[in-house]
């Protein structure tokens, strides 16, 4: 029998800190997770030094819950895998730093991960029989990719938004009307009394691709409408206008998504990122690929957004090609996907 090949993960990219030990690439042992999102919410949103401080404060802890929670020690491990690109710079120089010092100490290997590697490979630690080649669809705060998912990091993106990210149209209708941050969880919630039909929203085509996204008119729409409401003298249905821009958003991603599955006729679709935790995008999404023959493939929530684990998946794949980084890695905030 071959021997399990264990690997630590880390991931700071944003506000959470994360760690996680990770068996053959779909185990997990543990993942452990401090959100910072409560500090955040103070100011409206994420605060790139406050972050940065507080995962200092927190990254040794994470870890050594992560690997008490595994039962194993820096000892039993094969490789540490960390999330260098993209996020904020601060906020990954601490992770890499911490990465870095483990592997330098116990002379173990290091691997760095592309964040929406991880994001995707989210997927691959609860759909046991899932394999490339798939369609992933990247709903982040920070990204929204369509992705061929040709091979084990192998990846063409066919699509992405021109503007704003899915997760942060969320993220701002919501503090337009009033819920604060992060937008994404509460809309999902309030939708849930809202009428989806009650106002029409656009739905965003981009011409000349047809993969890629567009959500700042969708953004500005809403703020139109609310506007246009304010002066009226007209009460404002927030629970509508939830449920209302949440479907304009659901519909556009369901349909270049299916769009691109039957286009490359690979049969599986993927969806990965904090918004693929959306209940309305999870259940439109069930539909349309239940209607085109599609096998759908989707995380559980905490897998959806910020963790270490699916940063362990994706650096088992990594360290099983070779892939191997030096002590010079450094934090990349604009790393593209596909790029060392
Ligand atoms: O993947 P993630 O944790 O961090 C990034 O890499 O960006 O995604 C965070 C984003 C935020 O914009 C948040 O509002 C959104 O995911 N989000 C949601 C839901 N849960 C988180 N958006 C819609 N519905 C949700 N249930
Ligand atoms: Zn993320």
Redesign the pocket.
Known sequence: MEKDVLILAIESS?DETAASVVKNGRTVLSNVISSQIALHTLYGGVVPEIASRKHIEKINQVIEEALAEAQVTLDDLDAIGVTYGPGLVGALLVGVAEAKAISYAKKLPLVGVH?IEG?ICANYIENKELEPPFICLVV????THLVVVEDYGKYKILGRTRDDAA??A??KVARAIGLGY????K??KLSKEGNPDAIAFPRAKIVDAEYDFSFSGLKSSVLNYLNSCQMKGEEINRADVAASFQKAVTDVLVQNAVHAVNSYGLKKLAIA???A???SLRAAMKDACAENGIEFYYPSPIF???NAAMIGTAAYYEYMAGVRSGLDLNAVPNLKLGER
């Open positions: 944003c964040h994001h982040s705060g920070g990204h997760g942060e969320f993220d992060p937008g994404g969880p809309i999902d990122g904090g918004v935790s959306n209940s959806c957004t910020d």
